[in-house]
């Protein structure tokens, strides 16, 4: 298996425009994450799904972020206006429903917005 | 949130030394975990230890759990300048599901 993908790996964006951040999870994997790293707040949940459906969003800091999973293979995470604050790192995990609780990381989307 | 904190934010030592890293959380939990990051890399899960269990061994790695004081302690034996990373214990609460990481010791392992 080639691992949780995310793209882009790297995006630079104006404030205001919209970027969206992709992640294919791990095949046969019920739970996807998306979370955000700063050097300030460190690692957050942002948003998990269970076989599609968004079960816990009280990461997501504000409306400019959604969410959207519309198949099992494939998720994004949508900013829109972006703004300087949003720069971070962003990652995408997933995780089996049985069996160990560990969660398999994507290499993350490094996000800079000026 | 419940949330772990990592003591020390960064430890230095040298090829062959042990590294020890200490982990402390708020709430009652499942299980609780260790993930190591390399710079510029996603999270790479090293072990889970859960409520039930005290002591957990892999590899050059030990991990102990003591819930009555919400703490786990990290121990990595004989260090590599390989095992310079990051790491992060991670707690899953009443979910079971998600993870509430802490900020993460550095560790710095020099030849």
């Known amino acids: 298996d080639a691992g949780v993908i995310q793209s882009p790996r790297h995006e630079v964006t104006e404030m205001g425009q919209e970027v969206t951040l992709r992640c294919k999870p791990i095949?046969?994997?019920?739970?996807l994450f998306w979370y955000r790293q700063t050097m300030m707040r460190g690692l957050e949940l942002l948003i998990y799904?269970?076989?599609?459906?968004?079960?816990?969003d009280s990461g997501m800091p504000e409306d400019r972020f959604s969410a959207k999973m519309p198949n099992a293979s494939f998720s994004t995470l949508k900013i829109q206006p972006s703004e300087p604050r949003d720069s971070a790192v962003y990652f995408c995990?997933?995780?089996?429903?049985?069996?160990?609780?560990?969660?398999?990381f994507g290499p993350g989307t490094r996000l800079t917005v000026t | 949130s419940q949330q772990g904190e990592e003591d020390p934010q960064a430890l230095s030592i040298q090829e062959g030394e042990n590294a020890t890293m200490n982990c402390s959380y708020k709430?009652?939990?499942?299980?609780l975990q260790w993930y190591r990051q390399n710079s510029g890399r996603g999270l790479v899960h090293l072990i889970l230890?859960?409520?039930?269990?005290r002591e957990k061994h892999s590899g050059r790695l030990r991990v102990t759990l003591d819930t009555s004081k919400k703490s786990s302690s990290l121990l990595i034996t004989a260090s590599r300048a390989a095992d310079t990373a990051s790491y992060f214990c991670?707690?899953?609460?009443?979910?079971?599901?998600?993870?509430?990481f802490g900020k993460g010791t550095s560790l710095l392992v020099t030849p």
């Open positions: 995990a997933s995780r089996s429903g049985t069996g160990l609780r560990e969660q398999y």
């Open positions: 095949s046969g994997h019920d739970y």
């Open positions: 799904f269970n076989n599609n459906v968004p079960i816990d």
């Open positions: 709430t009652s939990i499942n299980n």
């Open positions: 230890i859960r409520s039930n269990e």
């Open positions: 991670a707690t899953d609460g009443n979910s079971g599901y998600a993870l509430n």
